[in-house]
């Protein structure tokens, strides 16, 4: 048989397949959702753990997304909510609006996982979306979670107490920057007491700010072209740009070859607002 | 019911809600502007307090806005002064144009608010607008204002007053310069004491300059890629020039990693302006 | 309906169609298939020996991909692997999926040939594909296989044996990680016996990953603008983020002058997961 | 039949026709060319003060300009003619033919005018057109004449001397090459005599190619992201070749940290050949 | 008059004249092409003197070109080949295939003419090709070449015996690589007698590869944004690699700031090959 023919005709038989597949689907949907609300990863202990992969994939929208009427954008934000739902046992998805303030883009996703494969497949349903089909991406960072390496207990009991005492106390947070870091080979190259003293310094210019910013490290040397991605929230800025002259105040900071290249600033959405405000 | 029928019947019924509020809302505006203008920003207070936001952002016409006729575009420039009207309470919109001489651009925003979100409610509006639609975003800078941190009264009174003294007495400034400015990890370690001498040295060089050059400083550490935006306003380029040079010519200047790139220099459109010659 | 929602129902019933279709459809292949296989090269052999051209291209679907159908989409990749048996006997293409994790791009091509313009040859008519009308190439990296030049059995027996023992003991590997590398001056005019002991530190620092990673190292001075493309494949990308920052951590790294920019990240796709797995 | 081996001859016809038909549209500008004819600046004078700006723009053709006609193309190209004879009160624009040799651009202009405001505005009409709207910019370079500040009469007579005495000897240059130029803070901050012993040294590497190379400065600091703008004519490109690589060749050559990038290289095209060129 | 309806009447005219024009002309073609036949430069004369000018110019398809069918392709790449010969007194055209090996680049050209002026004629009539239409302008790369300037009978006449012996006896080079070289102000710095040192060891390095590898020198200072075009063809990548690698060893390597940025690696097409195999 000719190949375009049996194209031709293997189109048909999937083309008519997936009707009568997806229309018997949709019973099930809710029986399937129950599972997933049974294995649904825990969001504060996903959010602290070590050994957890954190994916940022930043979007922009297409142009065309703009020609779209305001109903049909938030159904397909809908639809992309629905998807998110559908992967709460295996990635923990949370989406920021950069638009207007984070350079080019307009909206990033942060996502959480223990295997980096489950990531991937969510995003590559997400990109099957109608949402997913309008936006261009713009960049991705990979990191994982460890355990502290420098400030722990045993080697610094008072610094490490005042970190474990120093807790948030601002207002929910309302923006959420996120600044990767690439540190020279001078820096990975200094002994592991030599980058400690160091790294007090840092901790020490950090402690006055946990009050109203919160912070979270991933490592990434090999995963993307960063060491690690740092990511905070607050609603204090001005609190935030003080923190981070006095981060680039430290000696720490001779050392960074990468830092930001794009920062991206974005205000978090809680997952009451993302439909809304995503679609606008 | 199939989600795509009801995306269809969601569609059909928000877009008739959605003629029909705003036919409704269009008649109110002059009753919400009076409230606005009374909750106004006070321009001369919001352009010299420390604690304001300031966002530039950079726009370049997509090639199909040439195709659409004048009257069309004006009239689509008008919407734009509408919605910076409607947002007059919270912030403060300036428009540049820079067709022609600011690189790839054709025009940017300078916008102040005391919180940042407001800053992004707007520009998402403005995003949804016929010229939203029609400009690619080239680049966002983010800073804050601050109280003068060197060049205080206690610390250096006489060039304090020569600085308090010397006045803008140039014609209305025609051009506006953007230059943001990222300082190295040598800078940020000296003492604040070798800051301060290198400071010095900075507003000597420009007092002569004050007579014809208008200037303002934006903190951006951690909000964008530079640490400062620097804005000035002049009528004078050739003065402008000279300043610059003479900038370039103290030992500050062996600390900038980043100066320009791009600097943006543009006309100043006052608002009597801006429909005629955005639309042109 | 939402069809992810019914992804993994719909996915398993498609898996079965394709293979069905697919045996339909190689009937009139056969003959010129056998002929092929009689050729093809050993994979194994390829994978080992000096003198093999290796060449890794970077895709990226043109957004008038997603528009296409699902059927449509898995019968163009179909083609795409009929392709790469076609030319079995020249070349060895392997395929991977970067989609969601390797910056812009969606999936990558590792292709093999002891001839470079056998490689071309493949790659146009893969351009002359459906799918080669739907992608972008972001990127190309070029290499050679050679021998082992710093640790031989003769110079260096015991580090040489460590070598030759540790074997991968790993599951079968289920990312890819691709990581050009370029040196400076100052590497290469170091004397032979100096790279040697920076390359002897880099071998001890690897040792202990090697059960867990797999690598494969290609030449690329003077055939692309990197000197080396390093190629890994693990389960374990933390093993991997650990291996990555021991090499950060020794004097070599003082020579890099690139090091990823970029590393592309992506999962393999074996021969049976292709044409499922890419065209979704 | 092939157009293009037609080209001598029917070159040789349009350009007779075009004569033709753009003497008669012109009639009825000829009272509006009077008064700009009275207003016109002089060339000369503009082309050899101080304080006058000079704006280099470059320019790529849209893929759409292809598809034209010839004849719609140099009717285009007509109107542009007509827009430069109307605005030659306040601009001065020269044309500049780069296809081919200036690496993604097609052509470029170099607008003098005493007055940046007015660039703008002719520039803004320049985009209305309907070869504006068949270009997109890629590049825009902004300076200012100025008295010599190094080699005056006063303080190096002999080399004065020279320089007013080395007059250009060439055919009527064909090419012309513009070389944006920006100097290290180290340079800025030698004393005016140090840079004045290193700009003697310049001058004197230049001397013996003035016979064969026009030259002409502009500068830029603070108007765009270089300090100079460097503008050669010649006919003579090997001689500029080496004229450059005698530059080279000089200390000054150590506080580069910009000279070129781009380096854009084009042939002159004088108002006669304008259109005919420019269309083709 | 009025203007627009001039512009009707203008593009009414030219293009019946054109008609007529180009339906006269193709009658005298073979006359001319005799013309030209006499006339055409002599290739091995033009690849050996000095004074010549070669432009490098690489270009990506437009998406739109593979949705042609391929007999159209093969026309349209006939009328390129016919250009060519129509020019081939005053340019001599090389053409290179690297689509799949080259980075983004499809092909590119490699064009020597005694006069930079006649390269840019033909490169605009190229662009008026329909293949012209179908590409985009990736690079341009702009040299000369002159007489050996180091290593000469009279000043090192045993390295330039070796070099006037060592002549190439490999098979027909299949592949050519494109190598942009910039030297740093402290190379173009040295006396003339440290760097002929450093050339010595340049041209020692090389010798041995003089049997398997051709290569060929353009001075380019000034005319773009490198010092050097180094060009090479080679059937043995092997080799080349080694080649390479060897002149990263030696001194001259320290004073590189641009080698390659891109390196450009091509196949070879030879005339009668590239209709058929640029067209697929």
Same mark, same amino acid.
């Given at each position: 048989?000719?190949?375009?023919?049996?194209?031709?005709?293997?189109? $048909?038989?999937?083309?008519?397949?997936?009707?009568?597949?997806?229309?018997?689907?949709?019973?099930?949907?809710?029986?399937?959702?129950?599972?997933?609300?049974?294995?649904?990863?825990?969001?504060?202990? *996903? &959010?602290?753990?070590?050994?957890?992969?954190?994916?940022?994939?930043?979007?922009?929208?297409?142009?065309?997304?703009?020609?779209?009427?305001?109903?049909?954008?938030?159904? @397909?934000?809908?639809?992309?909510? #629905?998807?998110?739902?559908?992967?709460?046992?295996?990635?923990?998805?949370?989406? @920021?609006? %950069?638009?207007?303030?984070?350079?080019?883009?307009?909206?990033?996703?942060? *996502?959480?996982? &223990?295997?980096?494969?489950?990531?991937?497949?969510? &995003?590559?349903?997400?990109?099957? !979306?109608?949402?997913?089909?309008?936006?261009?991406?713009?960049?991705?960072?990979?990191?994982? %979670?460890?355990?502290? $390496?420098?400030?722990?207990?045993?080697?610094?009991? #008072?610094?490490?107490?005042?970190?474990?005492?120093?807790?948030? %106390?601002?207002?929910?947070?309302?923006?959420?920057?996120?600044?990767?870091?690439?540190?020279?080979?001078?820096?990975? $190259?200094?002994?592991?007491?030599?980058?400690?003293?160091?790294?007090?310094?840092? !901790?020490?210019? !950090?402690?006055?700010?946990?009050?109203?910013?919160?912070?979270?490290? @991933?490592?990434?040397?090999?995963?993307?072209?960063? +060491?690690?991605? %740092?990511?905070?929230? !607050?609603?204090?800025?001005?609190?935030? $740009?003080?923190?981070?002259?006095?981060?680039?105040?430290?000696?720490?900071?001779? @050392?960074?070859?990468?830092?930001? +290249?794009? *920062?991206?600033?974005?205000?978090?959405?809680?997952?009451?607002?993302?439909?809304?405000?995503?679609?606008?």
């Amino acid at each position: 048989m000719n190949q375009f023919l049996a194209g031709g005709i293997l189109r $048909n038989l999937l083309a008519g397949m997936v009707a009568v597949v997806m229309a018997v689907v949709m019973v099930p949907v809710t029986a399937q959702d129950q599972k997933a609300e049974a294995l649904k990863m825990d969001r504060s202990k *996903i &959010l602290s753990q070590p050994g957890v992969f954190g994916v940022f994939t930043t979007y922009k929208w297409l142009p065309e997304w703009y020609e779209l009427p305001l109903s049909e954008r938030m159904d @397909y934000v809908s639809r992309v909510m #629905e998807l998110i739902k559908k992967h709460e046992d295996s990635v923990l998805v949370d989406v @920021y609006l %950069t638009a207007g303030l984070g350079g080019r883009s307009d909206f990033f996703f942060r *996502i959480h996982s &223990l295997e980096l494969a489950k990531v991937q497949t969510f &995003l590559r349903e997400f990109r099957q !979306t109608a949402i997913g089909k309008h936006v261009e991406v713009l960049d991705t960072l990979i990191g994982v %979670t460890k355990p502290l $390496n420098y400030i722990t207990k045993e080697r610094l009991p #008072e610094l490490y107490a005042g970190l474990a005492s120093a807790t948030y %106390t601002g207002d929910v947070p309302r923006y959420a920057i996120v600044i990767p870091v690439k540190k020279s080979a001078e820096w990975w $190259n200094l002994s592991f007491d030599q980058r400690l003293v160091e790294m007090k310094a840092h !901790t020490l210019s !950090t402690l006055g700010y946990m009050g109203s910013i919160k912070r979270k490290l @991933y490592h990434s040397t090999g995963l993307d072209d960063a +060491d690690f991605i %740092t990511y905070f929230e !607050t609603s204090d800025l001005i609190a935030f $740009n003080n923190l981070l002259t006095s981060l680039a105040s430290i000696p720490e900071n001779r @050392y960074h070859v990468r830092w930001g +290249d794009p *920062i991206t600033l974005g205000t978090i959405l809680g997952p009451e607002k993302v439909v809304r405000v995503l679609a606008e």
